[in-house]
């Protein structure tokens, strides 16, 4: 049997990290977990513009003779947005003598199965890779649901809780900050989600089975007739909605209604007249730890920023716009001997668009 190899005094060869880029690049954007909710669109750089076709009306009469009919119910009608990527930078740091600690389950759960077949460099290749990939998925999903340029702390006048830098949010206005705009401006649907009106964090957190259906429902009867028929739509929740309401189908007056499950690559996924539920505890954990509402008082009384919350779209509505999806801006590595430290620099170009907020409905 293979042994996992020693690696304390081992360092990444610069080389092979620079070939990880497109390793990690195909695993974060070809994910099919990313691309249930998002059309990736590359070659995007700062102010690309995209083009959106509002054009509306009808056409064709019954001819009369020779005179050209001309009905002026056709109107071609173009509309602007521009993508505008932001540069995503930061490094990640591996003491040598932690990470041969760490290093034995990682390469376990990643390459059990060829282990045999690597040298001891590309298997803390495949250590490298695992650690990456972990920090920009969850890097990617912090900014394009929950970014917001204009995020502040709370002690700013903000809902980002004090300890939280907020440059992790403030680099693109992600789908949330551009669809509760919509919202505002009276262009998206919204379903009140009234839970989140409670007055303690306690009562917020208390969701009934029947409120986590009530808003499913609420999110899908708002949405658009054309998303409706769209057969890649999505309805995404917040984990608790999402439990509530699987206990509401499988136990209440729909269980086993057919309406309330498909299937997708052969597995069954929940759904809502065939709509497919999905959710996301990364998102959710970000929500429930880094934002507040201040309701005042003395001392004061801070409540969660929306905690349950739903949308119905489909990836042609909120794309993501990147460089290149096959490679990742920079992937560096280097080795500090004195510290006893490597050290992998990358950095990435992002940017998420609600391109028809009119097309999309959500709930919080």
């Not at 608790?240 to 597995?267: D, Q, W």
Request: hydrophobic share 40%; net charge negative.
């Amino acid at each position: 049997m293979a042994q996992v190899p020693n690696i304390e005094n081992l360092t990444v060869n610069p080389v092979e990290v620079a070939d990880l880029r497109e390793v990690i690049a195909a695993a974060v954007y070809q994910s099919p977990d990313f691309l249930k909710f998002h059309e990736v669109v590359d070659g995007m750089d700062k102010k690309t513009q995209i083009l959106l076709d509002d054009s509306a009306g009808k056409a064709g009469w019954k001819a009369t003779g020779c005179a050209p009919i001309a009905s002026g119910g056709m109107d071609i009608k173009l509309s602007q947005l521009y993508w505008e990527t932001a540069i995503i930078e930061d490094t990640i740091e591996f003491c040598q003598a932690e990470l041969n600690a760490n290093f034995k389950p990682l390469v376990n759960k990643n390459a059990k199965d060829r282990f045999g077949a690597l040298e001891d460099q590309e298997a803390i290749n495949v250590f490298i890779k695992a650690k990456v990939e972990e920090y920009l998925k969850a890097a990617l999903e912090r900014l394009i649901w929950l970014g917001n340029t204009e995020a502040a702390n709370l002690s700013d006048g903000g809902n980002v809780v004090d300890t939280v830098n907020v440059k992790f949010y403030t680099a693109i206005d992600g789908i949330w900050a551009q669809a509760m705009k919509a919202v505002t401006a009276g262009t998206t649907p919204h379903f009140n989600v009234t839970r989140n009106e409670q007055a303690t964090k306690a009562l917020q957190l208390a969701l009934k089975d029947d409120e986590a259906f009530a808003i499913v429902k609420g999110v899908y009867d708002n949405a658009s007739p054309i998303l409706k028929s769209d057969p890649n739509a999505y309805i995404r929740v917040t984990p608790a909605v999402y439990h509530g309401y699987k206990n509401y189908i499988t136990s209440g007056e729909f269980a086993h209604g057919g309406f309330s499950e498909k299937v997708i690559n052969g597995l069954s996924t929940v759904a809502y007249q065939g709509v497919p539920v999905f959710t996301s505890l990364l998102e959710s954990k970000y929500i429930l730890e880094d934002f507040v509402v201040s309701n005042g008082g003395s001392p004061e009384v801070l409540t969660y920023d929306f905690p349950h919350r739903a949308i119905m779209a489909s990836p042609s509505l909120t794309p993501v716009a990147t460089i290149n999806q096959d490679d990742f801006g920079t992937l560096e590595q280097f080795y500090v001997q004195k510290e006893r430290k490597s050290y992998v620099r990358f950095d990435f170009a992002i940017d998420a668009k609600v391109v028809r907020p009119d097309l999309i409905s959500v709930a919080y």
